[in-house]
């Protein structure tokens, strides 16, 4: 059964920084390509990131040059470095696993002053 547990989520300053970790198991973590998506209040689910087993990586517009995304295969962990955090970054953040189609419960980002 595969699972997906994120943390790292809280509330931060604007310019601030936060790392997100999303922990799977249950499935061959190394060969699948995994993404984080974000959800804000009244908003559709978007993508954020994604990341293949061979480090393909690709960044939504609004976020390049300013998170990073990462994997550690041996940990079965997928990672995002958020830096320079904007109010419009607040949101729910998913972690997706792409070839099982499963997603984490999320964890919640407050970008504020």
């Known amino acids: 059964q595969v699972q997906l547990v994120e943390s790292g989520g809280g509330l931060v300053q604007p310019g601030g920084s936060l790392r997100l970790s999303c922990a799977s198991s249950?499935?061959?973590?190394?060969?699948?390509?995994m993404g984080w998506y974000r959800q804000a209040p009244g908003k559709q689910r978007e993508l954020v990131a994604t990341?293949?087993?061979?480090?393909?990586?690709v960044y939504a517009d609004s976020v390049k040059g300013r998170f990073t995304i990462s994997r550690d295969n041996a940990k079965s962990t997928v990672y995002l470095q958020m830096n320079s955090l904007k109010p419009e970054d607040t949101a729910v953040y998913y972690c997706?696993?792409?070839?099982?189609?499963?997603w984490g419960q999320g964890t919640q980002v407050t970008v504020s002053s």
């Open positions: 990341i293949t087993s061979s480090g393909r990586i």
């Open positions: 249950g499935s061959i973590f190394s060969i699948n390509r």
């Open positions: 997706k696993d792409y070839e099982k189609d499963f």
